[in-house]
């Protein structure tokens, strides 16, 4: 049994995660946004704590940690959370990218900040869902993709300082998901959603647990998963 702190659990590929953990035994923390949100995802998910913070104001996400309680070893940390905005750049207001940069990047670096001491405790492992968006950038999806290039070489660069401390990095480059994400993403491309068009949530989580399995003398860096219809 390992101990596992999961971004983003309430829907989409955190919930799929979340769920394969909870199945075999696993102890999961979800972080929630607000107190009642954090109510929900335990009512969700029976059996998981909750650890509030707003990913929104990383700013405060010390102050909001210190009021709690954390795990003294943390076998993963999972950073599943995102949000999208479409837009040209000649259309795309200030707020529109600190959001994105804030939840998709910033957010994350000062989770992994305030919990390497945890991750380092126990040899642990990070995992950064990050998009095929942080591989190329294409026309309307500028601030997103900014945000999951930044994701990426937040992971390359933790994954060469935390090596020798046995702190495992991993990075997931999933394409269309069939999520509430992906359908927000279609309503702004003005396109009709079809969730069996793309990948399964569950198929991604098969990959975020396939390298948190890996025996501890290899480590997978990075997983690209493509819909596969």
């Known amino acids: 049994m390992g101990t596992h702190l999961i971004t983003g659990a309430g829907s989409g590929i955190g919930a799929a995660v979340a769920t394969r953990l909870l ?8 972080l929630a946004r607000d ?14 704590a ?3 913070g707003d990913l929104a104001d990383p700013a405060k996400l010390s102050w909001a940690f210190g009021h709690q309680h954390l795990p003294v070893e943390i076998d993963s940390l999972l950073h599943v959370a995102g949000v999208v905005e479409l837009g040209h750049v000649g259309d795309l207001p200030v707020k529109a990218w600190q959001e994105q940069l804030n939840v998709n990047a910033v957010a994350p670096a000062e989770i992994t900040r305030l919990l390497l001491p945890s991750l380092r405790q126990a040899r ?6 990050n998009s095929g968006a942080g591989l190329a950038a ?35 480059y999933p394409g269309r998901t069939a999520t509430p994400m992906q359908e927000k993403v279609h309503r702004q491309e003005g396109r009709d959603y079809d969730p069996a068009q793309w990948i399964d ?11 948190l399995d ?15 219809r």
């Open 124 to 129: 642990g492992h990070v995992v950064f869902v």
């Open 138 to 172: 294409h026309a309307n999806w500028s601030a997103y993709a900014a945000s999951k290039f930044a994701v990426r070489a937040l992971a390359d660069a933790l994954r060469a300082e935390e090596h020798a401390n046995g702190v495992r990095v991993t990075t997931v």
């Open 201 to 211: 949530p569950e198929s991604v989580a098969t990959a975020v647990v396939t390298a």
């Open 35 to 48: 107190a009642r949100r954090a109510t929900q995802l335990r009512e969700r998910f029976p059996g998981a």
């Open 214 to 228: 890996l025996p501890r003398d290899a480590e997978i860096t990075e997983i690209t998963v493509r819909p596969g």
């Open 23 to 30: 199945a075999r035994g696993e102890e999961v923390l979800l």
């Open 50 to 52: 909750t650890l509030v």
